[in-house]
């Protein structure tokens, strides 16, 4: 951790006209600053430009970009690069507007999405799936009632593009003597379910049992060129690589299968084996093979802040995802949650603490660094995947799954300053918008919430 790892910082500053009827942006301009560190070593600049505009309309925005050099370690690219960034920075701009003007932040997002949107629809039906008003009036409530524990809710539409960049292959063989097939691909399997997918649509593609495909483990020897893994798009590229080797496997096949239609599986592979057909096919897929898309998802988080230590609990988490037409739900369930509890650990626990006088990193194991633990999670989570939808740009009309959801951690920091406000209120402060950033530690989260120590008396 102390060499490689963790997050590139970054610094926005934005200025906002807007319509005060109903929140529409007129003019934005906003100047973000990315540290870079000791070296220019891998900018998230263009990640960043891609995802700004999220759900909204931006013909009247103007985004500025920037690199800055520090004398800390410079760090690299980790799970949605700059997309979070991006897509944090604009939510809270929504989040800022919606303050000053007075309006609701849904109908401020609203007004500022494009004309025709899926957002558009998506957005009031989910308010009414997860009872957000009915939730909100509980928590106001409960505020009321209660002085050391505050709640907080919050709603973020996303829309996470996807697009294709580099390469990777897919190598399939089959078996004569029992008809099985191996497949090797370009990207390794990190827990993400690549293997899981790729061997799906390789029998879906061949018309076979799943119990007779083996993806092998990741080479370079079989995938000696392949791209870096990320971008949400490796699965996608490598099951593409996989279903055209095993069309072109098919092409080959087809002649002995329409000579012995009633024949099994197996029996075919041994003719074709005896013919000295080639059984083995390879495909790499390239940028131009596949369209790029946009997932769509949408967040409510509920949580509870302890005022007298400033821990903070997540009660309840909804989120709806477009998974196209889902290739495998758990798994993409179980991506779902784990990149959003991962963003739970960016914006509350995982703080870098740097040695101003050497820029080395300070807090580097598990005593001083804190990632989400069993007891950090969600108490109630909710992962719902969006139905009838179907992704024509998608292998077999799928969406990936592997990034998106760690861009809807930021609705965790919208419900926290929901919660904050109400504690500043019951401490006596005035109202006012409060800048928060990620890594909002326990200690933060009690220096915002004005308690001070004359308020524990007891009468």
Known sequence: MQAIGKRIGGHCEYEVDVRPADGRIVRLSNTYHEDLGASQYEAMTMLFREAFRNCYSDDSWRLRLRGVLSDSPSTTWLRSPGTAESIATIETIMEHVAYVIGLSPQTVRLANMEPGSSMATLMPTFYEQVDFKVRKVAVDRHNETNRWKKRGIAIVPMGHPIRYFGGMNAWVSIYHVDGSVAVTIGAPEIGQGVNTKVAQVVAHTLGIPLALVKV????????????????????????????????????????????????????????????????????????????????????????????????????????????????????????????????????????????????????????????????????????????????????????????????????????????????????????????????????????????????????
């Open 216 to 459: 092998k483990p990741h080479t370079s020897n079989g995938s000696p060129n392949a791209f870096i893994e990320g971008g949400s798009i490796s699965t996608d590229l490598v099951a593409y690589s996989a279903r055209r080797a095993c069309e072109t496997l098919l092409e080959r096949i087809r002649p002995v299968r329409d000579d012995n239609r009633t024949a099994p599986w197996e029996a075919i592979v041994q003719t074709c084996y005896q013919r000295r057909i080639d059984l083995s096919a390879s495909y790499n897929a390239k940028r131009a093979d596949l369209r790029g898309y946009t997932v769509w998802a949408l967040c409510a988080v509920e949580l509870e802040v302890d005022v007298l230590t400033g821990q903070v609990q997540p009660i309840r988490v909804d989120i709806l995802e477009d998974t196209g037409e889902s290739m495998n739900p758990l798994l993409d369930i179980g991506q779902i949650e784990g990149a959003f509890v991962m963003a739970l650990g960016y914006h509350l626990l995982e703080e870098l603490r740097y040695d101003r006088g050497t820029g080395a990193l300070t807090n580097f194991r598990t005593w001083n660094y804190k990632p989400p633990s069993a007891r950090d999670i969600p108490q109630d989570m909710r992962v719902r995947l969006l139905q009838k939808s179907s992704n024509q740009a998608g292998v077999l009309r799928s969406k990936a799954t592997g990034e998106p959801a760690y861009n809807l951690g930021i609705t965790v920091q919208f419900a926290l300053r929901y919660a904050i406000a109400a504690a500043r209120r019951d401490a006596g402060l005035p109202s006012e918008w409060l800048e928060l950033a990620t890594s909002l530690t326990p200690e933060k989260v009690l220096a915002l919430t004005g308690t001070t120590i004359d308020q524990f008396v007891l009468h």
